[in-house]
């Protein structure tokens, strides 16, 4: 049951963060600068990448209880929302909501995927 919770919201956060990689390729179309729109480009395709690790993981690992899918999406999502806390949301560049969704969606899938885990290694 844990497992299954973790991974909905895992697959939320993949999900959010989709969209949030569409609005960063709208955003970098807009610059002028070519240094300056290159990295917001590579930015989103970054997100993009994440975003479906988590999905599939989410989806295909975490939903069974899989040990490595366990480390892949708490590593992965880790990583992509430690910075995204430190450098957009911490400093107050977008508001706190919606933008502590993410976040929110990371820490429950961490929180659900380990009580999963740790159920099942007592079962």
């Known amino acids: ?28 179309a807009a610059v002028e600068d070519a240094l300056i729109q290159g990295r917001l480009f590579q930015n989103s395709w970054n ?3 994440f975003s479906l690790t988590a999905l599939g993981v989410g989806a295909l690992m975490n939903w069974r209880g899989s040990r490595t899918g366990y480390w892949i999406n708490l590593i992965a999502v880790s990583a992509a929302d ?6 957009v949301l911490a400093p107050g560049l ?30």
């Open 94 to 123: 977008i508001p706190l909501f919606p933008g502590i969704l993410g976040p929110v969606f990371w820490l429950l899938g961490a929180l659900f995927s380990t009580l999963g885990l740790r159920a099942s290694r007592t079962a």
């Open 47 to 49: 997100l993009v990448i």
């Open 82 to 87: 430690i910075g995204f806390i430190i450098f």
């Open 1 to 28: 049951m844990f497992n299954k919770l973790g991974a909905v919201a895992y697959v939320l956060w993949g999900l959010l963060h989709l969209a949030a990689a569409a609005e960063g390729f709208r955003m970098a």
